[in-house]
């Protein structure tokens, strides 16, 4: 499903979206901790539509505990999931990153992987060329 299925009116952009909508594309970012950028493009949208919707819920729906929360407290709030984030998407590309090596050494025979110019170099013990052998 796309965002133009559900577009309903007309705005500046030619589409307005309903309510509903957003919310489903903000609560997936929000809850299922999926990119603004990973999100728009399932739903043919633009990130930065998207990032506007996203701020909009969390402004009109501050998190559980943090309404008395001092700026200071909310930005290191922020900011721990910020980080937590980046870890998370580190992560998942070091596990895509191990899968591609290790398709590809199956692909081409397994075992350690040799290159013509390579296999007949040596390095020498101070790091520089020991010569082609």
């Not at 990973?38 to 505990?65: F, I």
């Not at 709030?77 to 980046?86: D, F, P, T, V, Y």
Request: aromatic share 8%; charged share 30%.
């Amino acid at each position: 499903m796309t965002g133009y299925e559900n577009q309903v009116g007309s705005h500046h952009d030619g589409l307005e979206y309903s309510d509903d909508f957003k919310e489903q594309v903000v609560l997936e970012v929000i809850e299922k901790d999926h990119t603004i950028a990973a999100v728009a493009e399932s739903y043919g949208l633009v990130a930065q539509t998207v990032g506007n919707w996203v701020k909009k819920y969390r402004q009109d729906h501050p998190e559980p505990g943090t309404e008395t929360a001092s700026k200071e407290e909310l930005a290191e709030i922020a900011r721990l999931k910020k980080e937590i984030h980046e870890a998370r998407l580190e992560n998942e590309f070091l596990k895509n990153l191990g899968r591609r090596g290790r398709r590809w050494s199956r692909e081409k025979g397994g075992g350690p992987v040799r290159c013509g110019w390579w296999s007949g170099s040596r390095v020498a013990r101070s790091g520089g060329w020991a010569g082609v052998g």
